[in-house]
């Protein structure tokens, strides 16, 4: 006598077969829109995660890596969500900012030394208070960033580091990378990296080359 | 109202023999000036070798060769009525000082709890013998009978004014803590008992000794009401802990760290208030102790986050010398404000724990590393962001045109490559008040790698002196 073949339902009943969480994904994670059409296009979530380690990868100050942020943290602190800036590259122009519609209320600037750093982000992603945590980690490596990430995801915050292009070949933990590059039209977005979806092939335009 | 009055008549020998290790041996307080001390208080065992107080320290030492010697230390006595005030504290909310051997409560409100009086009386009792003071007590309707008649008949018991006169009447003059020249003058004229100074015309006895008489019989027999500065706790909390070995490493205070935070906890919250500044002393063998100052934001009394504060500024210590003990002082205690939470908040919490964050932060990497970015109404852009350790409220936007986002702290020499002018120029001139005058031709430029910089030209200057001042970023 012949076994019947086992369904996949009865299979997945007896819990033998593992499934990807891929389902869930989409479902339990909220998002911040980006405030770019062309990057929430291109991103699963379709925006910024609200939770979890974002990695922007910038090779100089001034190729608009920060203007990539600000749409959000004018979001989040119009929410009167705390934003944390931990050892910034220069001190933020209070008034460009303002003008960007970061309510400087909630907008604290952390000065920490290179090793002091790391700690400093990890407690802030931790405590879940904030509403976004920014950090500038020229020397980490991916251990750190490895315990920023789950830092991040058990204290439900968004945290955004920037490091150096150098590191675009090297793994990271973050589920989000990106790279912010000059081309001759004007600064472009490349997703390296989204948990969820092949990153997309194409790059995305950030700035043009003449000022809008 | 009911007043219990505690009287210690031997208040600073009492002081002295609590802590000393051989209560036993015969010991003599003593005072006076060098040349001529004399016996102050002396314990069991030398009086019953013949001293007593009064005695020349000679005559002392010709009686009983062997005995110890304390000077006596008026502070002391204070601080130790003090301390006991303290205790009193927790049975009632009206505490007074009486003199400078008495304590007196009010015991009514408290009969209650602790009640009936001889229970009460029972615990009082207990209390001071465990803290190694001989006392005695006595429960009258007015603070000073109550204190007369604990001087004179320990254990005595009035509680209405009816009884009180006939009460204190076979008291006598000597115990009723009058003042003392008076107490001779009534001993000339046969007075020597409190009735027979209650039975003389009070108009006459004024006229005699004066209304400082007058009003303390008044005072005894409750037809002037005693208004007495009542105790009140102190305003600060000291605690201290020595250990009997060395500490070289952190890790090792951490534990009597956390009880002596306890402790200030507690006490923060028994008088509903909070700690704003806090002193942490590390106490070494020699040499001066290596004080830690603890400020925080606003005044918190949770003992996790105190704790969390000590350790994070401990953490950074670097240990000159093993300690050998530990002292918190707080003396900054405002009132607490705890944090107002909407009742349909999704996210609980959210504030506090960003102050407790907040107060980490700091106490790790320093009171100044927290700042917040405020714009001031200057031209120059040098002077027009600045920072402060907190903002209170959402400051007014300049309008201001172009701005970056960066500044750089100094004007740094223009070297990199220039592809395009992107916008300029725009005329800043100001700062001719205060002599840092700036003329200045600000530009937007691109470089050849794709960043776009803020930079100056000083007016009137034709060639080479660009500088650059700040990053679109």
């Known amino acids: 006598m012949k076994t019947p073949s086992p369904t996949l339902a009865a299979l997945l009943q007896k819990q033998q077969v593992w499934r990807g969480p891929a389902a869930t994904f989409e479902n339990s994670l909220a998002h911040c829109a980006t405030g770019f059409h062309a990057l929430d296009a291109a991103l699963p979530l379709h925006g910024w995660p609200a939770a979890g380690l974002v990695e922007i990868l910038s090779a100089a100050a001034g190729l608009g890596e920060l203007s990539l942020v600000l749409p959000v943290l004018a979001t989040l602190s119009a929410q009167q969500k705390p934003i944390l800036i931990i050892a910034p590259p220069y001190r933020p122009y209070a008034p460009a900012w303002q003008r960007a519609g970061v309510r400087l209320a909630y907008l604290h600037v952390l000065e920490a030394a290179d090793h002091e750093a790391p700690w400093a982000m990890e407690q802030a992603l931790r405590a879940g208070c904030c509403g976004a945590v920014l950090a500038w980690l020229a020397q980490a490596d991916d251990k750190p960033l490895r315990r920023l990430q789950v830092a991040a995801d058990s204290g439900q915050t968004l945290g955004f580091v920037f490091r150096p292009p150098q590191v675009a070949r090297n793994p990271s933990p973050a589920p989000l990378r990106v790279s912010v590059e000059s081309t001759p039209t004007g600064t472009t977005l490349r997703v390296l990296k989204c948990r969820g979806r092949n990153p997309p092939l194409n790059s995305i335009p950030l700035r043009s080359a003449l000022l809008h | ?473």
């Not at chain 2, 409560?105 to 009460?120: C, K, V």
């Open chain 2, 1 to 473: 109202m009911l007043w219990a009055a505690i009287v210690l008549p031997h208040l600073a020998l009492d002081g002295v023999l609590r802590r000393h290790a051989t209560p036993a041996r015969p010991l003599a307080l003593v005072t006076g000036p060098a040349q001529r001390r004399t016996l102050l208080a002396v314990n069991a065992a030398a009086q019953a070798a013949g001293l007593r107080p009064g005695l020349g320290l000679n005559a002392a030492h010709a009686l009983l060769p062997q005995f110890e010697i304390c000077a006596h230390d008026a502070a002391q006595t204070t601080r130790l009525l003090q301390l006991l005030a303290a205790w009193a504290y927790r049975y009632s909310s009206l505490v007074a000082l009486d003199g400078e051997d008495a304590v007196v409560l009010e015991i009514e409100a408290s009969l209650g709890l602790f009640g009936p009086w001889p229970r009460f009386q029972q615990l009082l009792r207990a209390d001071l013998k465990a803290l190694g003071f001989q006392h005695r007590i006595a429960l009258a309707p007015t603070p000073f009978a109550a204190c007369v008649l604990a001087t004179a008949r320990d254990g005595a018991v009035v509680t209405d004014f009816a009884r009180l006169q006939e009460t204190l009447g076979p008291v006598p003059l000597h115990a009723a803590r009058l003042p003392p020249p008076q107490i001779s003058t009534f001993a000339s004229m046969g007075i020597r008992h409190l009735r027979q100074l209650f039975s003389l015309p009070r108009a006459s006895l004024a006229r005699r000794f004066g209304n400082e008489l007058l009003s303390s019989l008044e005072y005894l027999l409750g037809e002037r009401a005693d208004l007495r500065a009542c105790y009140r706790p102190p305003d600060t909390f000291e605690a201290h802990l020595e250990f009997n070995y060395e500490i070289a490493h952190h890790p090792a205070l951490l534990f009597p760290l956390k009880r002596m935070v306890g402790d200030l906890a507690t006490y923060l919250s028994r008088r509903d208030g909070g700690v704003q500044r806090f002193e942490l002393r590390l106490l070494h063998a020699e040499g001066l102790p290596t004080a830690l100052t603890l400020g925080l934001l606003s005044p918190s009394r949770d003992p996790n986050h105190l704790f969390e504060l000590c350790r994070g500024r401990l953490e950074r210590v670097v240990l000159p010398a093993p300690i050998r003990g530990l002292q918190l002082l707080a003396r900054d205690l405002p009132p607490f404000i705890p944090a107002t939470r909407d009742l349909f908040a999704t996210r609980t919490g959210e504030s506090s724990s960003w102050t407790n964050l907040r107060e980490r932060l700091r106490a790790r990497l320093g009171d100044g590393a927290l700042l917040q970015l405020q714009p001031h109404a200057d031209p120059r852009p040098e002077y027009s962001s600045r920072t402060v350790p907190q903002l209170t409220a959402e400051p007014a936007a300049l309008g201001l045109p172009t701005r970056p986002t960066w500044l750089l702290p100094q004007p740094i020499p223009w070297r990199a490559q220039t592809s395009q002018i992107l916008l300029g120029p725009e005329r800043i001139e100001a700062g001719w008040w205060d002599g840092g005058d700036v003329r200045r031709d600000y530009y937007v430029l691109e470089t050849s790698r794709g960043q776009r910089a803020w930079v100056f030209r000083a007016v009137g200057v034709q060639e080479g002196s660009w500088m650059l001042h700040g990053w679109f970023a």
